[in-house]
């Protein structure tokens, strides 16, 4: 089964400091990778995701992911953070149960920006 | 439209209740998803529906019933829950169910069961 692992609880980090949320997977075949954000009792708002090409995947909100295959991670960053970024970040990974999609979680990156 | 409504934002129910969760989107997706997120935990997946049908039920209890009545609206009927059922009810939304698109989630239902 596909999986992704996130091994930082919380990330702490000063506005205007570049930030970043580390995911790593284990996957059979090509990863299908994606970064979403969920701040308090809201939903999840998709950042980006890697299906294939470039390494460095560009998403919303000035979010950019880099895909590492020989280090099989795919960490989320941005140049410089902002209070407002401050959130539960989740890692994901596609899976397939019978031809169907699955999301894979990890188990989410709490972000603070400090002012 | 790239947005997925769910009604009502909040909901407290008794065991013995009988309630619904609605979901609705206008991208014109096939594929549309319930998921279950206890706090300060990932989301987990409950039901797939695509173009319609029940595809994946994640070994959910039978007190969770989930109904597409058409290709924008999905719900989930509530019945006789227990209290560690209480979370965070997301649905999502993709444009199919076996490609690599991405899914768009909605706000959320925060359900109480006493």
């Known amino acids: 089964a596909q999986s992704v692992a996130q091994p930082e609880d919380q990330v702490n980090v000063a506005e205007g400091n570049p930030l970043t949320v580390k995911c790593t997977y284990s996957?059979?075949?090509?990863?299908?990778l994606f970064w979403y954000v969920q701040y308090p009792n809201r939903g999840l708002q998709f950042l980006l995701k890697?299906?294939?090409?470039?390494?460095l995947v560009k998403g919303s909100y000035g979010f950019e992911a880099e895909f590492n295959k020989s280090q099989t991670s795919f960490h989320l960053k941005k140049p410089s953070a902002l209070v407002s970024d401050s959130a539960l970040y989740f890692c994901?990974?596609?899976?397939?149960?019978?031809?169907?999609?699955?999301?894979?979680f990890g188990t989410g990156t709490r972000l603070l920006v400090s002012p | 439209d790239t947005e997925v409504t769910q009604t009502p934002k909040h909901l407290v129910m008794g065991m013995t209740n009988k309630k619904s969760l609605k979901c609705e989107q206008h991208?014109?997706?096939?594929?549309m998803y319930w998921y279950k997120q206890k706090a300060k935990k990932p989301p987990e997946l409950m039901f797939v529906?695509?173009?319609?049908?029940?595809?994946i039920n994640e070994s959910v209890p039978s007190r969770f019933s989930p109904e597409c009545p058409n290709s924008s609206l999905l719900n989930l009927h509530l019945h006789a829950l227990q209290p560690e059922d209480s979370a965070l009810y997301l649905c999502?939304?993709?444009?199919?169910?076996?490609?690599?698109?991405?899914?768009?989630f909605g706000p959320g239902t925060r359900l109480t069961v006493l």
């Open positions: 996957v059979s075949g090509n990863p299908y």
């Open positions: 999502a939304s993709s444009q199919d169910s076996g490609g690599a698109g991405e899914q768009f």
């Open positions: 991208m014109g997706h096939r594929a």
């Open positions: 890697y299906i294939t090409g470039d390494n």
């Open positions: 994901a990974v596609r899976d397939m149960i019978a031809g169907f999609q699955k999301l894979v």
């Open positions: 529906y695509s173009y319609e049908k029940l595809s």
